[in-house]
């Protein structure tokens, strides 16, 4: 088992950055990939970016592409994700998530390539 807390969401004007952060506990020795998702309100539950469980594969949707960084700290158990040039339509909840893999290039591109979840962290982006 794995618990997941997101943390570093708040409030921005357009054109700003923010860096969330997921620390995990629990069942950290083994090897997980994970990712980052989001849900605006009315829409549903979208990818944003992949790491594997190394760190040296990353994966973008169009939309955050060339603005946003995923990254973790193996060390600290944290997945990170450096968000820059916000845009009003980045207005969501962020949720990170993990799933267990023994291939170090595995990255999961949807929801239900993950196992674990966390309870979110509100992103506001003000126009």
């Known amino acids: 088992q794995v618990q997941l807390v997101e943390s570093g969401g708040g409030l921005v004007q357009a054109g700003g950055s923010l860096r969330l952060s997921c620390a995990a506990s629990g069942r950290t020795s083994s090897t997980y990939a994970m990712g980052w998702f989001r849900q605006a309100p009315g829409k549903e539950r979208e990818f944003v970016a992949a790491?594997?469980?190394?760190?040296?594969?990353?994966y973008y949707a169009d939309s955050v592409k060339g603005r946003f960084t995923i990254s973790r700290d193996n060390a600290k158990n944290t997945l990170y994700l450096q968000m820059n040039s916000l845009k009003p339509e980045d207005t969501a909840i962020y949720y990170c998530?993990?799933?267990?893999?023994?291939?170090?290039?595995?990255?999961?591109?949807?929801?239900?390539?993950?196992?674990?979840w966390g309870q979110g962290t509100q992103v506001t982006v003000s126009s």
């Open positions: 998530a993990a799933r267990y893999t023994d291939i170090t290039y595995y990255m999961g591109l949807t929801s239900s390539d993950y196992t674990y």
């Open positions: 790491i594997s469980w190394t760190g040296g594969s990353t």
